[in-house]
């Protein structure tokens, strides 16, 4: 079993959707979480980090986290054909130097 | 601009050569790192360095080496040891070597076998 589970998707949903994309993990020692957006063939940036459970919202954005379910989950609001991407979740155990990345959703949001 | 500028965009590597990916950083950080990314995987760290001088080894280093001889440069050798090199690889860097979260990537180097 893989440390972080993510649906690779294809996801396609069309403009103006709410989109939920999500992670579940196994190591209740992950305390930061992070979400990343990655174009195609190029590198992934930074979109979203929190470190405790409950809701934080960007924009349009909103990271949620829920430690006891081991379950995090991104949000996007009025999406629009510029935020098809591959979305990886990513997190890490604090003291630790590893980030452990899923496997990134590929997301196409349609005019 | 800051940022972290990755060569050459596409790499050829035949059998039995090694290769070196370029990675330079202008961002003044400290902490570097090498990732791989195969298609349906998510990024699998190669190595990564918190100082000059210094490197560890990530989850999947066999057939790969590293130097850290300037804090702005970590290049990326792929060796002959390494059997299945073809994937993308991207290079990172954050400012904090302790806590490595923020990272700032390059627009990676895609390595392919003739």
């Known amino acids: 079993q893989k440390e972080v589970e993510q649906d690779p998707g294809p996801l396609s949903v069309p403009e103006g959707a709410i989109v939920s994309l999500n992670c579940t993990y196994s190591?209740?020692?992950?305390?930061?979480f992070m979400w990343y957006r990655q174009y195609s063939r190029k590198g992934p940036e930074l979109l979203m980090y929190t470190y405790s459970s409950g809701n934080k919202e960007d924009g349009r954005f909103t990271a949620q986290v829920d430690k006891s379910s081991k379950y995090i989950s991104l949000f996007i609001r009025d999406s629009q054909p510029s935020d098809s991407a591959t979305y990886l979740c990513a997190m890490r155990i604090q003291g630790a130097q590893k980030l452990v990345f899923g496997q990134g959703t590929r997301l196409t949001i349609n005019p | 601009d800051g940022g972290i500028t990755q060569s050459p965009k596409y790499l050829f590597r035949k059998e039995g050569q090694n290769v070196t990916l370029s990675c330079e950083q202008n961002l003044n950080h400290d902490a570097m790192y090498w990732y791989r990314q195969d298609p349906g995987q998510g990024l699998r760290l190669i190595y990564y360095s918190q100082i000059v001088n210094d490197f560890q080894k990530g989850d999947i280093a066999e057939g790969y080496s590293v130097s850290r001889e300037k804090k702005e440069s970590f290049p990326l050798t792929v060796t002959s040891a390494q059997k299945n090199p073809t994937a993308f690889y991207l290079c990172?860097?954050?400012?904090?070597?302790?806590?490595?979260?923020?990272?700032?990537f390059g627009s990676g180097t895609q390595l392919s076998v003739l």
């Open positions: 190591n209740s020692a992950f305390q930061y």
């Open positions: 990172a860097s954050s400012f904090d070597r302790a806590t490595n979260e923020k990272l700032f």
